[in-house]
């Protein structure tokens, strides 16, 4: 009987061609739009990159000059400068070709037309050239003698930091606008999974009172009908990340069967979610897909599928969160992945995926049970 | 007013998840735009800076006071995960460790890797914070090469470093001024196509679906009703729905503004006006291929989610590359971003190309609105040519 249901159930899947079409289409839509939009954001925002600066001299300054030569000759200079009049120069930051305006007065200013981490960089190499200019003055007022010592102090080359790397993976963070989106996919299982109960409920189809009337055990007809909708799910989450991996070649990493796995077993908890909310009550599917479309895009969003730091927000104001809600634990079992040379993590998200997937069902299961109808 | 009940007794089953979006919209933006004032002054950018202080020592809390002047110290996170988590994240910008002997190597004029620091990219708080500690450091070895003691060349670096330096902000907005609308209550209007898009397609899409499902169709076209008075009463419902969202939203608006708007900010209002009818537009043409419900969600997300980042309502537009935005222009919400970017002073106004824009948006309205209606004449007089039954002679 089993067998029989489930192969029903899959021809049915197959036949309702509008859901799993959009399914297959919308990550490769949004996918598609994601790359295009974000093709190099992360080499031209995030990672570092020289800040262009305008020098106007009011008054001619050969130190400034030789500060500033020394710096252009660095390998990795964090400023370039371009020595212009202040007419030029307010046009070139007026049209963006410079970030700021360092003016050359005895002292130097500043002037910069967003507030911002290039702007910020520039302020502090303003005030370094002015301190360093300061402690050079108090050592010539003070203790001329020393003069060259303090000189030779300031003008040394240290290097206080050494890093201390802490992943080999793939650091470009626009890459989890990805990841939330197989998790949004996902989470839109969540509408496979109700079609499960609209199925099964007399009130809620034709379809749901003639399988209520028929002979076949209702365990047998749900769980059948629950593992067509899972292999339905996950031919979509595989198509989904064999896309983003082989056409839009997103970086999942070298451990791409375990990001298949994650995919899957995401795919699964979105259809449980979905079949617990539809054996929810007698609500009519209106309200049920309402209620499971916003609840997913809540999840996405505090997940981070809009807003880029969502993730980080939420780690440091309420933690537990990111434990519970799905999409965050489809997305971060990916980030693990990716980030994280143990499995130690990925691990932890796949079992609490896992978890939050046969409590979803039980419940359905514990709400859909002896459901008795009236007259049909 | 038959087909007016109607059409509300539809709509109000999807107005919970309306409600649900533009709740939450509220949530998050109440938040951010009471954040940030409207002066045009410049405040360096203050980073979240996580310090593990392994050395203890008064002058490694000389160091971490100094830090904190300007930025935000965050408590330390023992667990090296959450660490990863949040500089991934960007929640944390730097990660400093202070070693055990820092204070007898500074005091010994070693600098060499007196600190460590917990890498993920090389982003511009990780340069702006090396600059300060190697700036900090050399001040105090510069003034202890003046004949300083420790604890005072500390004091005396801290406070050379601390002096104020004249930055001023260049002004291209124009004229007026813009301090009627600041940038921080420009995001609430960036944001508010992505909640139109996404209530306005999900719901009136639904709503229209059902009033043009053939069997109701084809019935109300039997019926004494005048095909004119049908088309209005759908309209009204349209507009009661579309106009009443669109009032909510400036009503939210008006309350965070803290009174009456003033100045460019009724523009931005305009700007949104035209981006509802927009949205309307979009849901009424989209109806017209008689999606399933779900199928319409899935649309609603690929149409309002695509736009959001395309057109720089999620990601500022200067962050997408230049032929980014040039395909971005082929749709109507990157018109909207550049006029209220305009607006609220985040690029030059300039009120012709204000207008300029707002017309685009009101160009693509009634191109919608006309290919709709031409599909529409096309199926329905195709429609009634089939069902038409031929009279026995």
């Given at each position: 009987m089993f067998w029989h249901c489930l192969k029903y159930?899959?021809?049915?899947?197959?036949r309702a061609k509008d859901l799993i079409i959009w399914l297959m289409i919308f990550p490769i839509a949004l996918g598609t739009l994601f790359k295009i939009a974000f093709g190099s954001v992360y080499e031209t925002q995030t990672k570092f990159s020289?800040?262009?600066?305008?020098?106007?001299?009011?008054?001619?300054?050969?130190?400034?000059?030789?500060?500033?030569?020394?710096?252009?000759?660095?390998?990795?200079a964090f400023m370039s400068v371009k020595y212009v009049d202040e007419d030029e120069a307010m046009d070139l930051l007026k049209n963006e070709k410079v970030e700021g305006i360092i003016f050359a007065d005895g002292e130097l200013s500043l002037t910069v037309h967003y507030k911002g981490m290039n702007s910020t960089i520039l302020t502090s190499f303003v005030e370094n050239y002015n301190s360093q200019r300061k402690i050079i003055m108090e050592a010539a007022k003070n203790d001329p003698a020393s003069l060259n010592d303090v000189t030779a102090a300031l003008s040394a080359e240290v290097n206080t930091c050494r890093e201390v790397p802490l992943t080999d993976g793939n650091t470009d963070n626009l890459i989890q606008y990805f990841y939330n989106l197989i998790a949004m996919v996902a989470m839109f299982g969540s509408l496979t999974g109700l079609h499960i109960t609209i199925n099964n409920q007399a009130n809620l189809s034709a379809v749901g009172s003639r399988n209520n009337c028929s002979p076949a055990p209702k365990s047998v007809s749900i769980l059948a009908a629950l593992t067509g909708s899972y292999i339905v799910q996950g031919f979509c989450m595989a198509l989904c990340v064999t896309y983003l991996r082989f056409v839009l070649k997103i970086d999942f990493g070298s451990r791409l069967p375990l990001v298949y796995a994650a995919a899957l077993l995401g795919g699964i908890a979105g259809v449980s979610m979905g079949f617990f909310v539809g054996s929810l009550n007698r609500m009519k599917i209106e309200a049920k897909t309402s209620i499971l479309m916003s609840v997913s895009m809540i999840c996405c969003f505090l997940s981070g599928l809009m807003v880029g730091n969502m993730k980080g927000v939420i780690i440091k104001k309420a933690p537990w969160f990111n434990h519970v809600n799905p999409a965050a634990l489809v997305s971060d079992s990916f980030y693990c992945l990716n980030i994280y040379s143990d499995y130690r993590r990925f691990m932890e998200k796949i079992i609490s995926m896992a978890v939050i997937s046969v409590i979803f069902v039980a419940l359905g299961i514990v709400v859909s049970r002896r459901k008795k109808y009236e007259s049909l | 007013m038959k087909v007016f009940d109607t059409f509300m007794k539809v709509l109000k089953t999807k107005l919970f998840s309306v409600m649900i979006y533009v709740v939450v919209f509220l949530a998050i933006s109440i938040p951010m735009a009471k954040n940030g004032s409207a002066e045009k002054k410049f405040e360096k950018s203050s980073l979240n800076i996580c310090v593990f202080d392994n050395d203890d020592t008064p002058e490694s809390h000389a160091l971490v006071e100094f830090i904190g002047k300007e930025n935000e110290i965050i408590?330390?996170?023992t667990n090296e995960d959450d660490i990863l988590d949040l500089l991934y994240y960007e929640s944390v910008d730097f990660a400093l460790i202070i070693d055990k002997g820092y204070s007898e190597k500074l005091a010994s004029g070693e600098t060499s890797d007196i600190f460590r620091y917990y890498k993920v990219h090389d982003s511009y708080s990780t340069v702006y914070v090396r600059q300060l500690l190697d700036r900090y450091v050399n001040g105090v070895q510069a003034y202890m090469a003046g004949g300083m003691e420790l604890s005072e060349a500390i004091d005396h670096s801290a406070e050379a470093m601390s002096q104020e330096v004249e930055v001023s902000m260049a002004d291209f907005t124009g004229k007026s001024g813009n301090s009627d609308f600041p940038t921080s209550f420009g995001a609430y209007f960036r944001y508010m196509p992505y909640i139109m898009l996404s209530t306005v397609i999900s719901a009136l899409c639904i709503v229209l679906k059902a009033m043009n499902r053939k069997d109701i169709r084809y019935r109300t076209n039997c019926s004494s009703m005048r095909p004119n008075s049908f088309t209005m009463q759908i309209f009204a419902g349209s507009a009661v729905f579309v106009l009443g969202l669109w009032l909510i939203l400036m009503g939210a608006g008006i309350v965070m503004y803290g009174g009456i708007f003033r100045g460019r900010v009724w523009g931005a209002v305009l700007n949104s006006f035209l981006f509802i009818i927009i949205s309307a537009a979009i849901a009424v043409f989209a109806a017209n291929f008689s999606p399933s419900n779900t199928v319409v969600n899935l649309i609603t997300q690929v149409v309002s989610l695509g736009m959001s980042f395309l057109c720089g309502i999620f990601v500022p537009l200067g962050m997408l590359g230049s032929n980014i935005e040039k395909?971005?222009?082929?749709?109507p919400a990157y018109w909207y971003v550049k006029a209220n970017e305009m607006l609220c002073g985040n690029q030059a106004y300039d009120a012709g190309k204000v207008a300029m824009c707002m017309l685009?948006?009101?160009?693509?309205?009634?191109?919608l609105i006309m290919i709709t209606l031409v599909l529409n004449h096309l199926k329905f007089s195709k429609a009634s040519e089939s069902v038409a039954v031929p009279v026995q002679a």
């Open positions: 159930e899959l021809l049915t899947s197959i020289t800040v262009k600066t305008a020098v106007v001299e009011t008054t001619p300054d050969p130190v400034l000059h030789q500060v500033l030569d020394s710096i252009g000759e660095q390998e990795d | 408590p330390e996170y395909a971005a222009r082929f749709l685009v948006e009101a160009g693509f309205a009634v191109a």
